[in-house]
C-alpha cells in the first residue's frame, strides 16, 4: 500500500532564509506527487504536481519540488521564506486514475521568524 | 479558480444525533468528489469517494451506514455522520475533483467543518 513520510513535524525558518520540507513516499508504480499547503480557516491549496516529465517541478508562491526517485523522494523547497508562508505543508501521493485517491503525509508546520 | 465551500464551518451536536455537512463546487461541475477526516495534529485520511448519481465508495474502515454521503447534483455532496458519538469529533474536509482541458485531474478541497459531539 501507499504511503507517505514527512519526517519533520515542524520547522522554523528565518524571514529571507532557504526551506526544504521533506517527503519520502512507497508506491509500487509511477507515482502521482503532491505538495499542499493548508492555513488557519482555509481550504487546501495545490502548491504544484507531479504526474511525468521534468523531475524538476515548479509551483505557485516560489515552491519548486524535485522528485527522485531512486530516493523516492519529492522534497519542496523555496530559496527565500517569507512571513506569509507559514502554514502547514502536506505531501501526496495519489493512487488510482490520475492519482485521485490522495494519501497523505502527517504534515509538516512551518514557523517563519522575523 | 474553482472553489469549495462547506457548510457548517463548525458544529456541536449531541451524542446520539444526526448532523449533515453539505460540500459545495460553486463555479464548476464535480462528478466526483471526496470526503476526508482529520485528526487532531494528524493527517487526512480519505474516507470515501462520492460520484454523482451513483454510490459512494467507502475506504476500508469506513462505516458506510454511520457515514452517510449522498451526491445528487454535480455541485452538491453531502456527508451525514449519523447517531454522532464523542468519537466522532474530528475535522471533515471535502474537495471536488474537476478535469481540465489536458486531462489531469485536481482535487480542490473546501475549508473543513469541525465537528465537536458532546
Known amino acids: 500500500a501507499q504511503s507517505v513520510t514527512q519526517p519533520d513535524i515542524h520547522i522554523t525558518v528565518s524571514e529571507g532564509a532557504s526551506l526544504e520540507l521533506r517527503c519520502n513516499y512507497s508506491y509500487g508504480a509511477t507515482p502521482y506527487l503532491f505538495w499542499y499547503v493548508q492555513s488557519p480557516g482555509q481550504g487546501l491549496q495545490l502548491l504544484l504536481k507531479y504526474f511525468s516529465g521534468d523531475t524538476l517541478v515548479q509551483g505557485i508562491k516560489g515552491f519548486e519540488a524535485e522528485f527522485k526517485r531512486s530516493q523516492s523522494s519529492f522534497n519542496l523547497r523555496k530559496p527565500s521564506v517569507h512571513w506569509s508562508d507559514a502554514a502547514e505543508y502536506f505531501c501526496?501521493?495519489?493512487?488510482?486514475?490520475?492519482?485521485?485517491?490522495?494519501?497523505f503525509g502527517a504534515g509538516t508546520i512551518l514557523r517563519v521568524k522575523s | 479558480g474553482a472553489v469549495v465551500s462547506q457548510h457548517p464551518s463548525w458544529v456541536i451536536c449531541k451524542s446520539g444525533t444526526s448532523v449533515k455537512i453539505e460540500c459545495r463546487s460553486l463555479?464548476?461541475?464535480?462528478?466526483?468528489m471526496f470526503w476526508y477526516r482529520q485528526f487532531p495534529k494528524q493527517s487526512l485520511m480519505l474516507m470515501a469517494t462520492s460520484n454523482e448519481g451513483s454510490k459512494a465508495t467507502y475506504e476500508q474502515g469506513v462505516e458506510k451506514d454511520k457515514f452517510l454521503i449522498n451526491h445528487a447534483s454535480l455541485t452538491l455532496s453531502t456527508l451525514t455522520v449519523t447517531s454522532a458519538h464523542p468519537e466522532d469529533s474530528s475535522f471533515y474536509i471535502c474537495s471536488a475533483r474537476v478535469p481540465p482541458r489536458t486531462g489531469s485531474y485536481e482535487q480542490y478541497f473546501g475549508p473543513g467543518t469541525r465537528l465537536t459531539v458532546t
Open positions: 501526496a501521493v495519489g493512487a488510482g486514475e490520475y492519482g485521485n485517491k490522495l494519501v
Open positions: 463555479d464548476f461541475q464535480a462528478t466526483t
